[in-house]
T-cell receptor, first 109, second 116 residues
Framework: NFMLTQPHSVSESPGKTVTISCTGSSGSIASNHVQWYQQRPGSAPTTVIYEDYRRPSGVPDRFSGSIDSSSNSASLTISGLKTEDEADYYC?????????FGGGTKLTV | EVQLAESGGGLVNPGGSLRLSCAASGFTFSSYSMNWVRQAPGKGLEWVSSISSSGDYKHYADSLKGRFTISRDNAKNSLFLQMNSLRAEDTAVYFCARVSGYEWGWGQGTLVTVSS
Protein backbone atom coordinates (compact mmCIF):
# COMPACT_ATOMS: atom_id res chain seq x y z
CA ASN A 1 0.00 0.00 0.00
CA PHE A 2 1.07 3.53 -0.79
CA MET A 3 2.33 5.49 2.21
CA LEU A 4 3.42 9.06 2.85
CA THR A 5 6.24 9.71 5.30
CA GLN A 6 6.77 13.00 7.09
CA PRO A 7 9.32 14.06 9.72
CA HIS A 8 7.83 13.82 13.19
CA SER A 9 8.76 17.37 14.11
CA VAL A 10 10.56 20.48 12.90
CA SER A 11 11.49 23.67 14.68
CA GLU A 12 12.47 27.11 13.48
CA SER A 13 12.58 30.68 14.74
CA PRO A 14 10.10 33.44 13.91
CA GLY A 15 10.85 35.18 10.64
CA LYS A 16 12.78 32.22 9.25
CA THR A 17 11.78 29.71 6.56
CA VAL A 18 10.97 26.06 7.16
CA THR A 19 10.30 23.20 4.75
CA ILE A 20 8.35 20.07 5.64
CA SER A 21 8.83 17.04 3.42
CA CYS A 22 6.39 14.29 2.47
CA THR A 23 7.92 11.25 0.78
CA GLY A 24 5.96 8.67 -1.18
CA SER A 25 6.69 4.99 -0.53
CA SER A 26 6.40 3.79 -4.09
CA GLY A 27 5.42 4.78 -7.58
CA SER A 28 5.47 8.44 -8.47
CA ILE A 29 4.19 11.02 -6.04
CA ALA A 30 3.61 13.23 -9.05
CA SER A 31 0.93 10.85 -10.37
CA ASN A 32 -1.62 12.20 -7.88
CA HIS A 33 -2.01 15.68 -6.45
CA VAL A 34 -0.75 16.39 -2.93
CA GLN A 35 -2.62 18.48 -0.41
CA TRP A 36 -1.40 19.98 2.87
CA TYR A 37 -3.47 20.62 5.99
CA GLN A 38 -2.76 22.73 9.04
CA GLN A 39 -4.22 21.67 12.38
CA ARG A 40 -3.84 23.84 15.43
CA PRO A 41 -4.37 22.23 18.87
CA GLY A 42 -8.02 21.57 19.58
CA SER A 43 -9.15 22.62 16.10
CA ALA A 44 -10.19 20.94 12.88
CA PRO A 45 -7.74 20.74 9.99
CA THR A 46 -7.75 23.48 7.37
CA THR A 47 -6.37 23.32 3.85
CA VAL A 48 -3.25 25.39 3.20
CA ILE A 49 -2.19 23.82 -0.13
CA TYR A 50 -4.11 21.76 -2.69
CA GLU A 51 -3.19 20.36 -6.10
CA ASP A 52 0.50 20.40 -5.13
CA TYR A 53 0.95 24.18 -4.98
CA ARG A 54 -2.40 26.01 -5.06
CA ARG A 55 -3.48 28.09 -2.07
CA PRO A 56 -7.11 28.41 -0.99
CA SER A 57 -8.39 31.94 -0.70
CA GLY A 58 -7.31 33.45 2.58
CA VAL A 59 -4.09 31.45 2.91
CA PRO A 60 -1.11 33.85 2.83
CA ASP A 61 1.52 33.49 0.13
CA ARG A 62 4.04 32.66 2.86
CA PHE A 63 2.77 29.11 2.32
CA SER A 64 3.95 27.32 -0.81
CA GLY A 65 3.95 23.76 -2.07
CA SER A 66 6.10 21.86 -4.52
CA ILE A 67 6.80 18.40 -5.93
CA ASP A 68 10.25 16.89 -6.47
CA SER A 69 9.94 13.84 -8.69
CA SER A 70 13.61 12.95 -8.29
CA SER A 71 13.13 12.31 -4.57
CA ASN A 72 9.48 11.24 -4.93
CA SER A 73 8.51 13.86 -2.41
CA ALA A 74 6.30 16.86 -1.87
CA SER A 75 7.25 19.84 0.25
CA LEU A 76 5.45 22.53 2.17
CA THR A 77 7.50 25.68 2.68
CA ILE A 78 6.50 28.39 5.10
CA SER A 79 8.46 31.62 4.95
CA GLY A 80 8.47 34.54 7.37
CA LEU A 81 7.43 32.21 10.18
CA LYS A 82 4.98 33.52 12.73
CA THR A 83 4.14 32.06 16.10
CA GLU A 84 0.61 31.45 14.81
CA ASP A 85 2.05 28.97 12.29
CA GLU A 86 2.84 26.61 15.15
CA ALA A 87 0.66 23.59 14.41
CA ASP A 88 0.58 20.06 13.06
CA TYR A 89 0.84 19.75 9.29
CA TYR A 90 -0.37 16.75 7.27
CA CYS A 91 0.22 15.88 3.65
CA UNK A 92 -2.43 13.90 1.79
CA UNK A 93 -2.74 12.19 -1.57
CA UNK A 94 -4.57 9.33 -3.24
CA UNK A 95 -3.91 5.68 -4.03
CA UNK A 96 -6.48 4.36 -6.49
CA UNK A 97 -9.80 5.01 -4.75
CA UNK A 98 -8.38 5.51 -1.28
CA UNK A 99 -7.12 8.57 0.54
CA UNK A 100 -3.68 8.51 2.13
CA PHE A 101 -2.44 10.85 4.88
CA GLY A 102 1.09 11.34 6.05
CA GLY A 103 1.74 10.84 9.74
CA GLY A 104 1.92 14.57 10.42
CA THR A 105 4.69 16.98 11.37
CA LYS A 106 4.63 19.13 14.48
CA LEU A 107 5.99 22.57 13.69
CA THR A 108 7.36 24.54 16.62
CA VAL A 109 7.99 28.23 16.07
CA GLU B 1 -20.41 30.30 3.62
CA VAL B 2 -19.66 26.59 3.53
CA GLN B 3 -20.60 24.93 6.80
CA LEU B 4 -20.36 21.32 7.91
CA ALA B 5 -21.71 20.32 11.30
CA GLU B 6 -21.12 16.81 12.62
CA SER B 7 -23.31 15.28 15.30
CA GLY B 8 -24.17 11.94 16.81
CA GLY B 9 -20.97 11.27 18.70
CA GLY B 10 -20.89 10.11 22.28
CA LEU B 11 -20.02 7.26 24.63
CA VAL B 12 -20.85 3.75 23.43
CA ASN B 13 -20.07 0.28 24.77
CA PRO B 14 -17.71 -2.01 22.89
CA GLY B 15 -19.70 -3.97 20.34
CA GLY B 16 -22.29 -1.22 20.10
CA SER B 17 -23.40 0.94 17.19
CA LEU B 18 -23.54 4.64 16.47
CA ARG B 19 -24.72 6.74 13.55
CA LEU B 20 -22.92 9.99 12.83
CA SER B 21 -24.48 12.80 10.82
CA CYS B 22 -22.99 15.74 8.99
CA ALA B 23 -25.31 18.62 8.12
CA ALA B 24 -24.16 20.69 5.18
CA SER B 25 -25.11 24.26 4.34
CA GLY B 26 -23.90 27.14 2.22
CA PHE B 27 -23.32 25.11 -0.93
CA THR B 28 -25.06 22.70 -3.29
CA PHE B 29 -24.50 19.51 -1.32
CA SER B 30 -25.54 17.18 -4.12
CA SER B 31 -22.67 18.41 -6.33
CA TYR B 32 -19.81 17.32 -4.08
CA SER B 33 -18.11 14.14 -2.99
CA MET B 34 -17.75 13.79 0.76
CA ASN B 35 -15.38 12.04 3.12
CA TRP B 36 -15.17 10.91 6.73
CA VAL B 37 -11.79 11.20 8.45
CA ARG B 38 -11.02 10.32 12.05
CA GLN B 39 -8.35 11.23 14.55
CA ALA B 40 -7.66 9.14 17.62
CA PRO B 41 -6.55 11.05 20.74
CA GLY B 42 -3.02 12.35 20.23
CA LYS B 43 -2.72 10.65 16.85
CA GLY B 44 -2.74 11.67 13.21
CA LEU B 45 -5.50 11.87 10.61
CA GLU B 46 -6.92 8.60 9.28
CA TRP B 47 -9.20 8.42 6.26
CA VAL B 48 -12.34 6.38 6.91
CA SER B 49 -14.60 6.53 3.85
CA SER B 50 -15.66 8.51 0.81
CA ILE B 51 -18.88 8.80 -1.18
CA SER B 52 -19.53 10.30 -4.59
CA SER B 53 -21.89 13.21 -5.12
CA SER B 54 -24.72 10.92 -6.24
CA GLY B 55 -24.02 8.31 -3.58
CA ASP B 56 -23.39 5.67 -6.22
CA TYR B 57 -19.73 5.13 -5.40
CA LYS B 58 -18.43 4.40 -1.92
CA HIS B 59 -14.96 3.51 -0.71
CA TYR B 60 -13.65 2.45 2.68
CA ALA B 61 -10.35 2.07 4.51
CA ASP B 62 -9.32 -1.60 4.57
CA SER B 63 -8.90 -1.45 8.34
CA LEU B 64 -12.65 -1.05 8.86
CA LYS B 65 -13.39 -4.54 7.54
CA GLY B 66 -17.00 -3.83 6.63
CA ARG B 67 -18.09 -2.48 10.02
CA PHE B 68 -18.80 1.07 8.79
CA THR B 69 -21.26 2.25 6.11
CA ILE B 70 -21.29 5.69 4.52
CA SER B 71 -24.44 7.16 3.01
CA ARG B 72 -25.99 10.49 2.12
CA ASP B 73 -29.37 12.13 1.67
CA ASN B 74 -29.01 14.88 -0.91
CA ALA B 75 -32.58 16.04 -0.35
CA LYS B 76 -31.71 16.75 3.28
CA ASN B 77 -28.14 17.97 2.67
CA SER B 78 -26.82 15.31 5.02
CA LEU B 79 -23.99 12.81 5.18
CA PHE B 80 -24.02 9.78 7.47
CA LEU B 81 -21.67 7.19 8.89
CA GLN B 82 -23.18 4.05 10.39
CA MET B 83 -20.67 2.43 12.71
CA ASN B 84 -21.25 -1.13 13.97
CA SER B 85 -19.31 -3.56 16.17
CA LEU B 86 -17.41 -0.66 17.68
CA ARG B 87 -14.07 -1.26 19.36
CA ALA B 88 -11.94 0.75 21.76
CA GLU B 89 -9.61 1.59 18.88
CA ASP B 90 -12.48 3.37 17.10
CA THR B 91 -12.35 6.07 19.77
CA ALA B 92 -11.62 9.27 17.87
CA VAL B 93 -12.89 12.61 16.67
CA TYR B 94 -14.72 12.03 13.40
CA PHE B 95 -14.61 14.81 10.79
CA CYS B 96 -16.68 15.14 7.65
CA ALA B 97 -15.08 16.91 4.71
CA ARG B 98 -16.30 18.27 1.40
CA VAL B 99 -14.17 17.63 -1.68
CA SER B 100 -14.12 20.32 -4.33
CA GLY B 101 -11.74 19.08 -6.99
CA TYR B 102 -8.77 18.46 -4.74
CA GLU B 103 -9.61 21.13 -2.18
CA TRP B 104 -11.09 19.84 1.05
CA GLY B 105 -13.31 21.77 3.45
CA TRP B 106 -13.63 20.38 6.96
CA GLY B 107 -16.23 20.26 9.70
CA GLN B 108 -15.38 20.70 13.37
CA GLY B 109 -15.73 17.04 14.26
CA THR B 110 -17.66 14.92 16.73
CA LEU B 111 -16.08 12.77 19.44
CA VAL B 112 -16.82 9.07 19.62
CA THR B 113 -15.69 7.22 22.73
CA VAL B 114 -15.93 3.44 22.86
CA SER B 115 -15.62 2.25 26.42
CA SER B 116 -17.46 0.20 29.02
Amino acid sequence: NFMLTQPHSVSESPGKTVTISCTGSSGSIASNHVQWYQQRPGSAPTTVIYEDYRRPSGVPDRFSGSIDSSSNSASLTISGLKTEDEADYYCQSYDSNTVVFGGGTKLTV
Amino acid sequence: EVQLAESGGGLVNPGGSLRLSCAASGFTFSSYSMNWVRQAPGKGLEWVSSISSSGDYKHYADSLKGRFTISRDNAKNSLFLQMNSLRAEDTAVYFCARVSGYEWGWGQGTLVTVSS
